[in-house]
Nanobody, 111 residues
Framework: VQLVESGGGSAQPGGSLRLSCTASGFTFSSYSVTWFRQAPGKERTLVAKIFSGGRTFYADSVKGRFTISRDNGKNTVYLQMNGLKPEDTAVYYC??????WGQGTQVTVSS
């Protein structure tokens, strides 16, 4: 199982970024995929999840601002982040099972 996150970077408050999580080594379309984030000195927390059938779930802190989607043909899950806030600053990770993780992608929101 391999997961590669990309798309992170710096943004100003109110700005947008789109993260990608590209997977290989398992039947991608059969699995849910979850985005987590971890800020310095804090625990890793769930951000958003997309089930194999397309149903989605969001943490309250990002509801209405972030959108998770998937393209099974590309084995990729996306996280569109709009209305970014400084508290969104963290390393973002994706996982299909809580065991296999990518290397993460840094998101920094500051003015």
């Amino acid at each position: 199982v391999q997961l590669v996150e990309s798309g992170g970077g710096s943004a100003q408050p109110g700005g947008s970024l789109r993260l990608s999580c590209t997977a290989s080594g398992f039947t991608f379309s059969s699995y849910s995929v979850t985005w987590f984030r971890q800020a310095p000195g804090k625990e890793r927390t769930l951000v958003a999840k997309i089930f194999s059938g397309g149903r989605t779930f969001y943490a309250d802190s990002v509801k209405g601002r972030f959108t998770i989607s998937r393209d099974n043909g590309k084995n990729t899950v996306y996280l569109q982040m709009n209305g970014l806030k400084p508290e969104d600053t963290a390393v973002y990770y994706c996982t299909p099972n809580g065991v296999n993780w990518g290397q993460g992608t840094q998101v920094t929101v500051s003015s």
